[in-house]
């Protein structure tokens, strides 16, 4: 059974700093995502990360993985009040099932 | 296009009382999938499906039942609410499984089981 274990489970941060917010999972797996949502709203797609060394940026949002370690970071740089948001790390088994972590709550404070 | 369509938004049910959840897509997505959001659990997989005509069980299937007779519709069923079952359900799909794209979710729909 996989587990996908996220931390921290709420954050908050300064504006200005950086931080990260880890995603770790239980089982192998060659696809991880990362998901948006903010309060009463519908979840947004930010990164798909399909192998191991992946990288990608998005403006203040960078997300790595290493499936050696099973192991995914978002890192966030510079943070802006914009940011707060729930995120979510979610992985893909052989079988397709996604299976979602319970998810980081990131509160920006001015 | 409408994307990941969910009907309805809102809706009170009494336990005992039997649903469908509506989720349509018009992107011509393969898969699909239902789950449900709880605090302080995250999103949990319901059912998926791949195809038409194919669905399989996910984390929490017990009283849900689908189908997928066509590709567009997914179609969530509760038989017999249960308090248990109050929750906001999403659908969601993808082009591909996700392998190269994320999953494009619907709006939700808050069910409330009295």
């Known amino acids: 059974e996989l587990k996908v274990e996220q931390n921290p489970l709420f954050l908050s941060m300064q504006e200005g700093k950086n931080y990260t917010i880890y995603c770790n999972y239980s089982t192998t797996s060659d696809r991880l995502y990362w998901y948006r949502q903010d309060p009463g709203k519908s979840l947004e797609s930010l990164f798909v990360l399909l192998s191991n060394g992946a990288v990608k940026q998005e403006g203040r949002l960078m997300a790595s993985l290493d499936t050696k370690a099973r192991l995914s970071t978002l890192h966030i740089t510079a943070a802006v009040h914009d940011l707060s948001a729930t995120y979510f790390c979610a992985v893909a088994l052989r079988d397709d099932k996604i299976i979602f972590g319970k998810g980081t709550r990131l509160h920006i404070l001015p | 296009n409408a994307g990941v369509t969910q009907t309805p938004k809102f809706q009170v049910l009494k336990t005992g009382q039997s649903m469908t959840l509506q989720c349509a897509q018009d992107m011509n997505h393969e898969y699909m999938s239902w789950y449900r959001q709880d605090p302080g659990m995250g999103l949990r997989l319901i059912h998926y499906?791949?195809?038409?005509?194919?669905?399989d069980q996910g984390e929490v299937p017990n009283g849900y039942n689908v189908s997928r007779s066509t590709t567009e519709d997914f179609p969530l069923r509760l038989l017999s609410a249960a308090p248990s079952q109050t929750s906001v359900y999403f659908c969601?799909?993808?082009?591909?499984?996700?392998?190269?794209?994320?999953?494009?979710f619907g709006s939700g729909t808050r069910l409330t089981v009295v």
């Open positions: 499906s791949v195809g038409a005509g194919i669905t």
């Open positions: 969601a799909s993808s082009r591909d499984r996700g392998r190269f794209y994320g999953y494009t």
